[in-house]
């Protein structure tokens, strides 16, 4: 506590010898017009569960660096909800300009929302959502994770649609609006058609858990599945090691779809042992940074940014992989 009332008597010497020297924009950056002052951002990041979280750390850490005018306080939660509940009222606690948070999981953030929005700190989200009220948060920058469900259903439905199909998928962190949606877009997409679920359970979005939970599924349904779902590369990643110690060839007798497009979901695809993938596109960093100067500032913002995403079929993956940023 000393130490920490230290440092922030010295931050507050570095902020006057800043303000005499001509910057007058103090506070939490209301009313604009002051952008020579560093703005202290508080970023919540899931974790570091897959190869799409790192791109997004490195893509946010690189917007939110000091030659842009920022000072980044970085908090992973290690994809426990509860220490990012608490990484977030640190963040109040600390009186920054503006917290980033990528939510774990869509429920339990009303509380500390109000208590950002009390605190006249304003909060933006990036990646997945929340279900708290709208005005507990200035805007959203992400992805639509029912259109990517919808894409990869779309995909199978068109290619498995009229065959009988046994189906088995690999769900992200249960409660995460990336999991929800994602298997909402899906499991509309294939409505009607011969593609039968076997069976569907989370594997937490990791390569570790994708393995094993696909052992189970192969050791209860063998060489019945067809068809596998999962709803990131890394997951599907993980798989590959069960299918090809059950002594089944990935890509060939059971088809893999995934989403994300990392390098390595990527590169499988274009190995041939994925069918397919829809992207979605980790590189926000830049856009947040933007919205975040403009909250900061006082302007307005819209409520949500949605990123583009396309997809990828074995041959596409292989044109493309060549110049992937991620
Ligand atoms: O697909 C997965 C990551 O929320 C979009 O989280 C993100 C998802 C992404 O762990 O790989």
């Known amino acids: 506590m000393k130490a920490k009332k230290i440092l922030a008597g010295l931050a507050l010497v570095g902020a006057i010898a800043l303000t005499t020297a001509g910057c007058a924009?103090?506070?939490s950056g209301a009313g604009g017009g002051g952008n020579d002052k560093v703005i202290t951002v508080g970023f919540a990041q899931t974790g570091s569960e897959s190869g799409w979280r790192s791109a997004n750390t490195e893509s946010m850490k690189e917007a939110f660096s000091e030659a842009n005018g920022f000072n980044l306080i970085f908090n992973a939660a290690?994809?426990?909800p509860e220490a990012q509940i608490a990484a977030v009222r640190s963040f109040i606690n600390q009186g920054v300009d503006a917290i980033v948070l990528a939510p774990i999981v869509t429920d339990g953030w009303d509380?500390?929302?109000k208590?950002?929005?009390?605190?006249?700190i304003p909060v933006i989200l990036e990646d997945r959502t929340v279900s708290a009220s709208e005005d507990l948060y200035a805007s959203w920058v992400g992805l639509d994770f029912k259109k990517e469900g919808e894409t990869a259903g779309t995909w199978v439905a068109d290619n498995f649609g009229k065959t009988p199909t046994n189906l088995v998928v690999l769900e992200g962190t249960t409660g995460s609006s990336a999991a929800t949606d994602r298997a909402t877009g899906f499991d509309d997409a294939i409505k009607g058609t011969d593609v039968k679920l076997l069976d569907s359970q989370t594997g937490n979005f990791t390569r570790a858990e994708g393995k094993t939970v696909m052992e189970g599924f192969l050791q209860k349904y063998g060489s019945q599945i067809n068809l596998l779902f999962a709803h990131n590369d890394d997951m599907g990643l993980g798989a590959l090691d069960a299918i090809k110690a059950a002594g089944l060839k990935p890509g060939t007798?059971?088809?893999i779809v995934t989403i994300d497009a990392v390098k390595d979901g990527m590169t499988a695809l274009a190995d041939g042992e994925f069918n397919y993938i829809v992207e979605c596109n980790p590189l926000l960093g830049d856009k947040v940074a933007e919205v975040v100067k403009k909250v900061v500032a006082g302007e307005s913002v819209d409520k949500s940014y949605i990123v583009?995403?396309?997809?990828?079929?074995?041959?596409?993956?292989?044109?493309a992989l060549p110049d992937r940023k991620y």
Do not use: C, S
């Open 25 to 27: 924009g103090g506070g």
């Open 78 to 80: 290690d994809n426990k």
């Open 111 to 113: 509380d500390v929302l």
């Open 115 to 120: 208590e950002a929005k009390d605190a006249n």
């Open 253 to 255: 007798d059971i088809k």
């Open 308 to 319: 583009e995403d396309q997809a990828f079929d074995q041959e596409q993956a292989k044109a």
